[in-house]
């Protein structure tokens, strides 16, 4: 899982870590303390709009005859 960090020397950086491995505390290239980023998920709304409904047109055909 790619967690975001920032460090007051060395600014934002991202590091590949595993959920059983915790939480980074120390830059690794300073050793000064570093605080996780949090960025927001995108929401996805479900609405009854345009993506919601089928905009084809179905017509009944008759038959003469």
Known sequence: MIKAYKCPMCG???????LSEGELENCPKCNNKVKRV?????SIWKTS?????STSSTSS?????
């Open 49 to 53: 709009g345009a993506f919601g409904k």
């Open 38 to 42: 949090w960025t927001p998920i995108p």
């Open 12 to 18: 934002e950086f991202e590091v590949d870590r595993k």
């Open 61 to 65: 055909k008759t038959s003469e005859g």
